[in-house]
T-cell receptor, first 113, second 118 residues
């Protein structure tokens, strides 16, 4: 089955700096890669996703890049703000995987003033 | 609130007791998923419904676990003879579904039910 690895597990940045979180996946058949943000005690919320037919997608301060050859994808947050502090999860969904998302282990992002 | 809802939000039970959780998906969403999340980990897939049909179950779902989705609307997840290892957050998600087969439609999560087994 699919295996998703996520790094780093914790990330501390100064407000206004950029943050990058990286994930690798094992199943070359994976074709959908969402990113979720989870604040303490709250539900995971989708912040951006990318499908395998594109290499990059951007939404305001958030961007995701996908390298299918290397089987890795990354989340980029620019001009970080304190409210960006949360746990971020990447996930992958393989074709024929029954819509079963496989998640990474999460990155605790802390944006310091 | 028109998002996915779950009830109860918290459940404390003694080992050996049975518990049941409910999930109400976003209206008109055909697909419903159950995940389990333990501290410091990402959600792990448990099972998935397309309308009322349960299409896939993870090996994590032992015979003590059963899920139903009668009439293709809300779903229940029951855990029988709970064990301390069952303590976790149980998350439900739903998606619109893609006609004609599997798709890559967005999954929206509920707030979860936090289970503590003493």
């Amino acid at each position: 089955g699919e295996n998703v690895e996520q790094h780093p597990s914790t990330l501390s940045v100064q407000e206004g700096d950029s943050a990058v979180i990286k994930c690798t996946y094992s199943d070359s058949a994976s074709n959908y890669f969402p990113w979720y943000k989870q604040e303490l005690g709250k539900r995971p919320q989708l912040i951006i996703d990318i499908r395998s037919n594109v290499g990059e997608k951007k939404d305001q301060r958030i961007a995701v890049t996908l390298n299918k050859t290397a089987k890795h994808f990354s989340l980029h947050i620019t001009e970080t703000q304190p409210e960006d502090s949360a746990v971020y999860f990447c996930a992958a969904l393989p074709t024929g995987g029954g819509n079963k998302l496989t998640f990474g282990t999460g990155t605790q992002l802390k944006v310091e003033l | 609130d028109t998002g996915v809802s779950q009830d109860p939000r918290h459940k404390i039970t003694k080992r050996g007791q049975n518990v049941t959780f409910r999930c109400d998906p976003i209206s008109e969403h055909n697909r419903l998923y159950w995940y389990r999340q333990t501290l410091g980990q990402g959600p792990e897939f448990l099972t998935y419904f397309q309308n009322e049909a349960q299409l896939e179950k993870s090996r994590l779902l032992s015979d003590r676990f059963s899920a139903e989705r009668p009439k293709g609307s809300f779903s229940t997840l029951e855990i029988q003879r709970t064990e301390q290892g069952d303590s976790a957050m149980y998350l439900c998600a739903s998606s619109l579904g893609v006609t004609g087969g599997e798709g890559t439609d967005t999954q929206y999560f509920g707030p979860g039910t936090r289970l503590t087994v003493l």
